[in-house]
């Protein structure tokens, strides 16, 4: 009996052929870019190297805006790394079915998001060896940790977080890696063979594996909104003029989404582009991120304002001075910057035909990213740069050894992007043949 779909509607077996393809052999193009990522994490990890030999002062830090770059992009990967838990746990629970084709690439860029922000408080803590004092546990050193710090509820939650979000991801792909597994030969297939964890496709297991999906979803879901709301209490909880506000919790979380929808439309806009996957990411699909983005962008609009004319109509003068200094002076570039990129330029997914245009979304994807990275950079860096005190004010000047460490962890990423992509099926082949026709039902002549 012969199958057959809908015209321009991939069938099964097209589904396992394409998701297959990925996985072969890359050609010259993936490799010359494999090592452009690795020789620029190769500076990245040169200039850790210097920065540990020379000490923190080749960081450019300055009392007291010690924590600078480093912090401002640990918040922003972790903010990154929302989107695909929210793609992948909530919109599954609420069966939206547009997600099958995206939610793959989008955990994958959670776990590694989430992975490379765990740089960060290695790499800020200079001398790594003794990075482990961070952990907070009761020791025989006298360092007994202030449970009534956010910062030791940071651990906990990134923590708990990436493990939550570690097992989604692999459980996922276990009935995936099966297949994988049926078309390999050789050592991929004994490979593919123990991370299916001996997955035949029995009536229980699937039972159990649909069982397990809906249970760490439900784990996850909540995830999303505590993490980053307990990343802003690092902030709102000081009583440093600009952060201490009870709009933060909200506010991290929706900036959070909002950066995380733009790099899961950086990743996979290539990714459609690349291996032809236009049956499977279609425009309906673009047009719901691009409707995601700019509701997150409006929503993060609202806070923006809710910022500035509560510290205007509060009469609290640190309030004041430090909105004024913000906007007015050295620093004044990267606050409308932020402006620019996350409140005026989303307005152009207001037409359909732009949420519909890929490159049209990515340039808009980029400018969120950049818009994000500075929302950060503005809290922390400019935020400790008005302090009380008007002895500490000054300026931090970024160095090369602190920027090259910082585009190396974009390196990192990237490395990791491209890897997962090769080795593992980066499109759901269970879930994008759950919402297509099944093919009896269009078998020839229409009778099964």
């Known amino acids: 009996m012969s199958v057959a779909t809908q015209p321009?509607?991939?069938?099964?077996?097209?589904?396992?052929?394409?998701?297959?393809?990925?996985?072969?052999?890359?050609?010259?193009?993936?490799?010359?870019?494999?090592?452009?990522?690795?020789?620029?994490?190769?500076?990245?990890?040169?200039?850790?190297?210097?920065?540990?030999?020379?000490?923190?002062?080749?960081?450019?830090?300055?009392?007291?805006?010690?924590?600078?770059?480093?912090?401002?992009?640990?918040?922003?990967?972790?903010?990154?790394?929302?989107?695909?838990?929210?793609?992948?746990?909530?919109?599954?629970?609420?069966?939206?079915?547009?997600?099958?084709?995206?939610?793959?690439?989008?955990?994958?860029?959670?776990?590694?998001?989430?992975m490379t922000a765990g740089l960060f408080p290695l790499i800020h803590a200079g001398r790594i060896w003794f990075a482990y004092w961070l952990t907070p546990y009761p020791n025989q050193r006298y360092l007994w940790p202030n449970f009534k710090?956010?910062?030791?509820?940071?651990?906990?939650?990134?923590?708990?977080?990436?493990?939550?979000?570690?097992?989604?991801?692999?459980?996922?792909?276990?009935?995936?890696?099966?297949?994988?597994?049926?078309?390999?030969?050789?050592?991929?297939?004994?490979?593919?063979?123990?991370?299916?964890?001996?997955?035949?496709?029995?009536?229980?297991?699937?039972?159990?594996?649909?069982?397990?999906?809906?249970?760490?979803?439900?784990?996850?879901?909540?995830?999303?909104?505590?993490?980053?709301?307990?990343?802003?209490?690092?902030?709102?909880?000081?009583?440093?003029?600009?952060?201490?506000?009870?709009?933060?919790?909200?506010?991290?979380?929706?900036?959070?989404?909002?950066?995380g929808f733009a790099m899961v439309l950086l990743l996979m806009l290539p990714m459609r582009y690349l291996f032809d996957w236009y049956a499977y990411i279609t425009d309906k699909h673009l047009d719901a991120m691009g409707k995601l983005i700019l509701v997150t962008s409006l929503v993060l609009t609202y806070f923006y304002l809710c910022e500035a004319f509560t510290s205007w109509y509060s009469g609290e003068h640190f309030e004041r001075a430090s909105l004024f200094y913000r906007a007015t002076k050295q620093y004044?570039?990267?606050?409308?910057?932020?402006y620019f990129c996350n409140s005026l330029v989303p307005l152009v997914l207001f037409w359909k035909k732009a949420r519909t245009h890929a490159a049209t979304l990515y340039v808009v994807s980029l400018f969120v990213l950049v818009g994000m990275w500075f929302e950060r950079f503005n809290i922390i860096v400019l935020g400790l740069g008005f302090d009380f005190y008007p002895y500490t004010w000054g300026t931090y000047y970024p160095t090369v050894t602190d920027s090259t460490i910082i585009i190396g962890s974009f390196a990192w990423f990237l490395l990791l992007f491209l890897g997962f992509i090769r080795?593992?099926?980066?499109?759901?082949?269970?879930?994008?043949?759950?919402?297509?026709?099944?093919?009896?039902?269009y078998a020839r002549g229409g009778h099964h």
């Open 149 to 259: 710090s956010p910062l030791v509820w940071d651990v906990f939650a990134i923590s708990t977080y990436l493990t939550i979000s570690v097992v989604f991801f692999l459980v996922g792909l276990v009935p995936d890696i099966a297949a994988l597994r049926d078309q390999s030969t050789g050592i991929k297939r004994k490979i593919y063979a123990v991370m299916s964890l001996g997955w035949e496709g029995s009536d229980s297991q699937w039972r159990h594996y649909r069982r397990a999906y809906g249970l760490l979803a439900s784990l996850a879901t909540p995830l999303v909104l505590s993490v980053h709301s307990v990343v802003s209490f690092d902030f709102a909880m000081a009583l440093v003029p600009g952060w201490h506000s009870t709009l933060f919790a909200p506010f991290f979380v929706d900036g959070a989404i909002f950066s």
């Open 332 to 338: 004044a570039w990267a606050f409308w910057l932020q």
């Open 8 to 114: 321009g509607q991939p069938s099964w077996a097209d589904v396992n052929r394409d998701v297959a393809r990925t996985v072969s052999m890359p050609g010259n193009t993936y490799f010359a870019w494999m090592c452009l990522v690795a020789l620029t994490l190769g500076c990245g990890v040169l200039a850790w190297s210097y920065q540990i030999w020379a000490g923190m002062g080749a960081a450019g830090k300055r009392t007291p805006q010690m924590w600078a770059m480093y912090i401002t992009t640990f918040v922003f990967w972790i903010g990154i790394g929302h989107a695909g838990t929210l793609i992948s746990a909530i919109l599954y629970l609420f069966r939206a079915k547009w997600r099958t084709s995206i939610y793959r690439g989008a955990e994958a860029m959670t776990v590694f998001a989430v």
């Open 423 to 441: 080795v593992l099926p980066s499109l759901s082949i269970v879930e994008v043949k759950e919402v297509l026709p099944h093919p009896l039902k």
